[in-house]
């Protein structure tokens, strides 16, 4: 999985409680993304980071805040779970290739998932 | 809001025949799309990746581009079991992110 490691693998979490998922890369890697994947909705983007301390937000971010203090480290928190939160979480990786007008992201290379209940 | 389409399917194929994924996206400033397989319960992993227009092979995998009508297709020659599975249409837009289909699921039969 590209030396990425996401935990926990799995969690069951109340209403109302907050959540942090964990993403860490051994790939020193630029850009980290936080998707959720619920059936019928594939992948969506919830939060990504270009950078230490550089985040912007995704098409599902509320809800979520995100956090990089480190290269190697991408934190995704639920504040406050809701049960529509409940989902297949997926941290993903990229790097830049090249200079220039000529750069381009590789693509991305997925960690092994986190499957949250909020109950 | 970037958009990118696939048939759900589900697509049925026979072993040993060539199965047909397609893909449309909405962003026409997008550069870089990929395709990705995802097993139930696992994570997406990448099959192919094209830049430019035309034809890209790997193996038994043939990616297809066309910028112009905003197409992208993957062809899987001698499909096996082993293919089944669902595939996920990818495509990065001229900044950072990724937008994907919700994918087509696809099962090779013996």
């Known amino acids: 999985d590209a030396g990425i490691t996401q935990s926990p693998r799995h969690k069951v979490t109340e209403t109302g409680t907050p959540v942090t998922l964990r993403c860490h890369q051994t790939?020193?890697?630029?850009?980290m993304y936080w998707y959720r994947q619920d059936p019928g909705h594939g992948l969506r983007l919830i939060h990504y980071?270009?950078?230490?301390?550089?985040?912007d937000k995704g098409e599902v971010s509320d809800g979520y805040s995100v956090s990089r203090s480190k290269t190697e480290d991408f934190l995704l928190t639920l504040e406050s779970a809701t049960s529509s939160q409940t989902s297949v979480y997926f941290c993903?990786?990229?790097?830049?290739?090249?200079?220039?007008?000529?750069?381009?992201?590789?693509?991305?290379?997925f960690g092994n998932g986190t499957r949250l209940t909020v109950t | 809001q970037k958009e990118v389409e696939q048939n759900s399917g589900p697509l049925s194929v026979p072993e040993g025949a060539i199965a047909s994924l397609n893909c449309t996206y909405s962003?026409?400033?997008?550069?870089?799309f990929f395709w990705y397989r995802q097993y139930s319960g696992k994570s997406p992993e990448l099959i192919m990746s094209?830049?430019?227009?035309g034809d890209k092979e790997d193996g038994r995998f043939t990616a297809q581009l066309n910028k112009a009508s905003q197409y992208v297709s993957l062809l899987i020659r001698d499909s096996q079991p082993s293919d089944s599975a669902t595939y996920l249409c990818?495509?990065?837009?001229?900044?950072?992110?990724?937008?994907f289909g919700t994918g087509t699921s696809l099962t090779v039969i013996p």
């Open positions: 993903a990786i990229s790097e830049s290739i090249g200079g220039g007008k000529a750069s381009y992201n590789s693509p991305l290379h």
């Open positions: 962003d026409r400033g997008s550069q870089s």
């Open positions: 094209i830049y430019s227009n």
């Open positions: 980071s270009y950078g230490v301390k550089d985040t």
């Open positions: 990818a495509v990065k837009d001229t900044g950072n992110q990724f937008y």
């Open positions: 790939e020193n890697h630029r850009y």
